[in-house]
């Protein structure tokens, strides 16, 4: 037997252990049957298929995911264990540790196109992220193996720590990282150079790799201690551990980042972690000897391989119900309109926002931790729930997301200039009214009016002049800031020896309402001598 046969025999040998925790989402929707001891699984781009290696037979079993059936199988080489697929899913290559081989698969005929030789006891492989060249890492070599995907043939090998088993590629490419198990550490490799430049102590084993998303984050499954360590990628540090359960030889990082699933091996469970918190949320019973979990693109799908159970876990990972926590600014007009940042966990996705009684949102966008929303126009006053709805389900009601509508409120600020024109007999003073909205709301209606000095003609071109009335309307909106003008005209004329006389013009009605109507209001006062001399303050 080889090293890494005789590694995986101790490991079918260790008991099983129950999970001490009551099993939440994720759960299990399906278990197929498929060939003896699978260790690796890896979806096709498109999701409908998966492929799943056997690492006794050499069968490889095609999983369609649509009703969860083996649709059919091909054999390459004598065994597998890793199986990776190209971006665009047309060629699948196996890592055969018996062999020493690199199979490469046209997924379309599921037949075998290449035989790559490659170091002693290939174990882990990974693609770059443009599908050009493929990382084979060879544990009893202690190196690993660069292939041209385009050639089919190796163009590097890479010395590296001992005993390489898991590897993780950067999202750029630019970085390979290399679990070797033999030295507790993750060595990182310069994938231009092609030699490693930095070596990270994790202080336990390390076996599997897996990547956030945005590469800021490595994930580390510890076989030999029950933890799984966080690498900072930027600083090459270790940030932590988290205990989880036993035999911890896979992880498997959500497409969102959120959550990491480290796969229990010993223990026939799934540790479930929150990767912000480091800390394990759940802890789900699945098949015998759980290894490699292949998740599809949404997160909401996941196929682990039970390499002792010979068969795949279907798993379904419910979306989670969004919450919110916070709100600015927690109150606005029930004109609308006010822009609203939430803030709270698992919003991305957002099908909807509402404001309670008010309705729905007029406009939302939302990331996984917050939303903007504009909050709609409403007669309602007072406090409503501010609630986020995605296909996980609708946030609950809760105090952090009180918003309060206020009554729509305008003040109508009104200015009068009188201007005397004398003439020989036709002298006058004209009038001119500025009205402008000083907010907080628009204003949809007002009528301005003013009462006329009884004896004195008066005219207007956009007011209305009736019983020594004068009325002056606003039809149109009038937004917070603007200014309106109206004009009417006093003629004066050859008076008695003196006439004085008082013009107040002033809001009278509209909506909404005026929070300062006293206010609303200006006055002129204007005195003439027999017509020639007019004065006006």
Known sequence: MTAIAAATA??????????GAAAPPPAVTAQVPVAPYPAGVALAPDGGHAYVTSQSSGTVSVLDTANNTVSG?????TGSYAVALAPDGHRAYLTHHLDNTVSVVDTATNTVT???PVGTQPWGLALSPDG??????NASANTVSVLDTSS?????????????????????GKRLYVAASGDKAVNVVDTVGSAVSATVPVGHSAFGLALAPDGSRLWVADGDDSTAAVIDTAANTLLGTVQVGSGPYAVTVAPDGATAYVSDYADNTLSVVDTATRTVTATVPVGASPYTLALAADGRHGYLADFAGNAVQVLNFPLPVPAVTAIAPSSGSGTGGTVVTITGTDLNGA????FGAAGPATAFSCTRTSCTATAPA??????????VTTPGGTSAAVAADRFTYAAPSAHLAV???????????????????????QGPDPITAATVTAGLPSGLTTTSTDCTVAAGKLTCTLAAPLAKGATVTRHFTIQVGVLSLIRSWDVTVARTAGTPADPSPTTSRDTRSCSSVLGLSITCT
């Open 10 to 19: 101790a490991l079918l040998s260790l008991p099983a252990t129950t999970a």
């Open 152 to 172: 089919n043939t190796v163009t590097a090998t890479v010395p590296v720590g001992a005993e390489p088993h898991g590897l993780a590629v950067s999202p750029d």
């Open 378 to 387: 409403t007669t309602v006053t007072g406090p409503v729930d501010v609630r």
């Open 114 to 116: 290449a035989t790559v």
């Open 415 to 437: 200015a009068l200039t009188a201007t005397p024109v004398t003439q020989l007999l036709a002298s006058r003073v004209d009038y001119t009214v500025t009205l402008t909205n």
């Open 351 to 354: 099908t909807a926002v509402t």
């Open 73 to 77: 199988s091909f054999t390459a080489g």
């Open 132 to 137: 050009s060249r493929a990382y084979v890492s």
